[in-house]
């Protein structure tokens, strides 16, 4: 069974985690709505974690932004990817689930995504109605999940980018 650490992302892993990314998810991700809400705001410092093997190669990443949905807040997890060489092995769960956990601990009260119910339905996420990603985005993969009790209850409106 192979060895891996996971720890917080630093600034020289960037360009190696956007290689990972540039190499699990199709050509021009960077037009998906989702990352206007990424442009120019920093990752949540903390949250972001790599997964690297034994001999220091990455094998996964995960990111979360800080967003507004209406007058809230709310964490937007992703991307998350693993290396195609270790897909299937946990990695990916590994991510999400720790990176919910340092959410909740950091007093974060909801998190969001835009991505497979089918997937990420296993950890907690389902579809929310009345919050508004930017277009074109399919609201059948719009999912949220509570980190606190009611998390987001009453939270409804557009998906905006982060002011404070
Ligand atoms: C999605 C991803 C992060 C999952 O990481 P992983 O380490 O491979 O996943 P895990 O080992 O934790 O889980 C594997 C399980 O998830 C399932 N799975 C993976 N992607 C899935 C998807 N898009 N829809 C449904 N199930 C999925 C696998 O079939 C497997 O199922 P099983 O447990 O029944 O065998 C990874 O496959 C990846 O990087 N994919 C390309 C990039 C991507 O699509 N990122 C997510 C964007 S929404």
Same mark, same amino acid.
């Given at each position: 069974?192979?060895?891996?650490?996971?720890?917080?992302?630093?600034?020289?892993?960037?360009?190696?985690?956007?290689?990972?990314?540039?190499?699990?998810?199709?050509?021009?991700?960077?037009?998906?709505?989702?990352?206007? +809400?990424?442009?120019?705001?920093?990752?949540v410092s903390g949250l972001s974690?790599?997964?690297?093997?034994?001999?220091?190669? +990455?094998?996964?990443?995960?990111?979360?932004?800080?967003?507004?949905?209406?007058?809230?807040?709310?964490?937007?997890?992703?991307?998350?990817?693993?290396?195609?060489?270790?897909?299937?092995?946990?990695?990916?769960?590994? +991510?999400?689930?720790?990176?919910?956990?340092?959410?909740?601990?950091?007093?974060?009260?909801?998190?969001?995504?835009?991505?497979?119910?089918?997937?990420?339905?296993?950890?907690?996420?389902?579809?929310?109605?009345?919050?508004?990603?930017?277009?074109?985005?399919?609201?059948?993969?719009?999912?949220?999940?509570?980190?606190?009790?009611?998390?987001?209850?009453?939270?409804?409106?557009?998906?905006?980018?982060?002011?404070?």
């Open positions: 069974m192979q060895q891996f650490r996971i720890r917080p992302e630093e600034p020289g892993d960037w360009w190696e985690v956007e290689a990972l990314y540039d190499l699990c998810f199709a050509p021009g991700r960077e037009a998906l709505s989702s990352y206007r +809400l990424r442009d120019d705001v920093p990752p974690m790599v997964v690297r093997d034994a001999e220091e190669i +990455l094998a996964g990443a995960i990111r979360f932004w800080p967003v507004h949905v209406g007058a809230s807040d709310a964490l937007l997890l992703g991307p998350v990817a693993v290396h195609p060489t270790h897909q299937g092995e946990g990695l990916g769960a590994f +991510l999400i689930r720790e990176g919910i956990v340092a959410g909740r601990e950091m007093g974060w009260q909801r998190v969001m995504l835009v991505g497979d119910a089918p997937y990420y339905s296993r950890f907690g996420f389902s579809r929310l109605h009345g919050v508004e990603m930017p277009p074109p985005t399919n609201p059948e993969r719009v999912l949220g999940m509570d980190l606190t009790p009611g998390g987001w209850e009453n939270v409804r409106g557009a998906v905006t980018r982060w002011r404070k």
